[in-house]
């Protein structure tokens, strides 16, 4: 039989294994309304978290350095969250009326509107949305560096990436107006502050023994970790490295957050094929007795007799069909194809169908079952 693959959840089994490519691989979250968040594919990998002994401005709270890996690969936002991306997921907007402005990083956030935001975002795009871990953060900012600054040892630079107390002029800046980090992330020093998942703990140190996938301390106290630093705050909070905390209840103006995005290999096959997705569009007969199924789409044309290209992958991307076909039927400016699929050689699984005519196209995700 076979039908769409609705939820990730079964995605979330396959395994994909990456390494760090030069070229960062882009997706898009749809918030709604023509509202976007653009995500970069962040690589797992093992890093070293923290200061060594004796690094330029260490402070207590980054040591020991030791060594963290990131086990699975995870998208992390292009951009900080904006006021407007915000305000559409949510329908509030916590910054005050005088600082309001859509293109700017979302301000006064707590552990309560991060989580608003998050579960909102979830709910929308069907994926899952979240805070970053701490260890995340950090892998994700020093990009493959290893000196407290990822474009160096000191923040002579800073200006060039980073709105902080030299450049900012007392407030916040639209996101993405300075360069990024070698990731392609941008703002991840400076602007506002970004709250992570982790809790903070005065008292809590690092681990010196290498650890998988860390979640932090496990104290209960009302603190969450920030990172990254911020418009109004000294140049060495603008770092890799540096901890900060914010209260779980109350927030500030220079409180701000950044998404992550749990990833199930589903858009990196969607980047591969060029599929665009546009929803349930194409339809499938199944028919658990027969490995022939029909698969069926309807486009709008203006031209009755216009040609479609249907191209299924496989879950490795490879095209399994590519076949031109004929509509069936035409009315109202919409042509109907169908086309029959002899899956008796498909291995059961997950495939990609492609429907393009012109300009028009057309995809979904199918599920083979023998």
Same mark, same amino acid.
């Given at each position: 039989m076979q039908k769409f693959l609705a939820t990730a959840a079964l995605l979330g089994g396959m395994l994909f294994l990456c390494t760090v490519s030069a070229d960062p691989i882009y997706d898009t979250l749809d918030l709604g309304n023509g509202v976007k968040l653009e995500l970069v594919l962040i690589h797992a990998g093992t890093f070293l978290m923290g200061s060594p002994t004796g690094a330029y401005l260490r402070k207590d709270d980054e040591c020991p350095q030791h060594q963290v890996t990131i086990s699975k690969n995870y998208w992390m936002g292009v951009y900080q969250v904006t006021q407007e991306q915000y305000l559409e997921v949510t329908g509030t907007n916590p910054t005050p009326v005088q600082y309001q402005d859509p293109t700017h990083t979302v301000e006064y956030m707590n552990v309560a509107r991060t989580a608003a935001f998050c579960t909102q975002a979830s709910i929308r795009t069907g994926r899952n949305v979240r805070l970053p871990t701490e260890a995340e953060w950090e892998y994700a900012a020093r990009a493959g560096t290893t000196t407290p600054f990822f474009f160096g040892t000191t923040y002579t630079n800073l200006n060039l990436y980073a709105w902080n107390p030299s450049n900012a002029g007392g407030t916040t800046h639209p996101v993405g107006q300075l360069q990024p980090n070698p990731w392609g992330l941008y703002d991840i020093y400076g602007n506002n502050f970004e709250f992570c998942s982790d809790f903070y703990a005065d008292a809590w140190r690092y681990p010196s023994e290498p650890v998988i996938d860390p979640t932090g301390t496990d104290s209960t106290e009302p603190k969450k970790v920030l990172r990254g630093g911020a418009?109004?705050?000294?140049?060495?909070?603008?770092?890799?490295?540096?901890?900060?905390?914010?209260?779980?209840?109350?927030?500030g103006r220079n409180h701000g957050m950044r998404v992550v995005v749990d990833d199930t290999g589903t858009a990196m096959l969607e980047k591969k094929t060029g599929l665009k997705s546009k929803g349930p569009s194409i339809h499938c007969s199944p028919n658990p007795f027969n490995p022939q199924t029909m698969?069926?789409?309807?486009?709008?044309?203006?031209?009755?007799?216009?040609?479609?290209? @249907?191209?299924? /992958?496989?879950?490795?991307? $490879?095209?399994?069909? =590519?076949?031109?076909?004929?509509?069936?039927?035409?009315? !109202?400016?919409?042509? @109907?194809?169908? /086309?029959?699929?002899?899956? $008796?050689?498909?291995? =059961?699984?997950?495939?990609?169908?492609?429907?393009?005519? !012109?300009?028009?196209?057309?995809?979904?995700?199918?599920?083979?079952?023998?």
């Amino acid at each position: 039989m076979q039908k769409f693959l609705a939820t990730a959840a079964l995605l979330g089994g396959m395994l994909f294994l990456c390494t760090v490519s030069a070229d960062p691989i882009y997706d898009t979250l749809d918030l709604g309304n023509g509202v976007k968040l653009e995500l970069v594919l962040i690589h797992a990998g093992t890093f070293l978290m923290g200061s060594p002994t004796g690094a330029y401005l260490r402070k207590d709270d980054e040591c020991p350095q030791h060594q963290v890996t990131i086990s699975k690969n995870y998208w992390m936002g292009v951009y900080q969250v904006t006021q407007e991306q915000y305000l559409e997921v949510t329908g509030t907007n916590p910054t005050p009326v005088q600082y309001q402005d859509p293109t700017h990083t979302v301000e006064y956030m707590n552990v309560a509107r991060t989580a608003a935001f998050c579960t909102q975002a979830s709910i929308r795009t069907g994926r899952n949305v979240r805070l970053p871990t701490e260890a995340e953060w950090e892998y994700a900012a020093r990009a493959g560096t290893t000196t407290p600054f990822f474009f160096g040892t000191t923040y002579t630079n800073l200006n060039l990436y980073a709105w902080n107390p030299s450049n900012a002029g007392g407030t916040t800046h639209p996101v993405g107006q300075l360069q990024p980090n070698p990731w392609g992330l941008y703002d991840i020093y400076g602007n506002n502050f970004e709250f992570c998942s982790d809790f903070y703990a005065d008292a809590w140190r690092y681990p010196s023994e290498p650890v998988i996938d860390p979640t932090g301390t496990d104290s209960t106290e009302p603190k969450k970790v920030l990172r990254g630093g911020a418009f109004d705050m000294g140049n060495t909070w603008c770092s890799s490295v540096a901890r900060c905390w914010g209260p779980i209840s109350t927030s500030g103006r220079n409180h701000g957050m950044r998404v992550v995005v749990d990833d199930t290999g589903t858009a990196m096959l969607e980047k591969k094929t060029g599929l665009k997705s546009k929803g349930p569009s194409i339809h499938c007969s199944p028919n658990p007795f027969n490995p022939q199924t029909m698969i069926v789409f309807d486009l709008e044309q203006g031209n009755k007799n216009a040609r479609a290209l @249907l191209q299924i /992958y496989n879950a490795k991307g $490879s095209l399994v069909v =590519s076949s031109s076909i004929v509509p069936n039927s035409y009315s !109202g400016m919409r042509a @109907l194809y169908t /086309y029959a699929w002899n899956a $008796s050689g498909c291995l =059961s699984g997950v495939y990609f169908a492609r429907a393009a005519a !012109g300009s028009r196209i057309m995809s979904a995700r199918l599920l083979l079952i023998k």
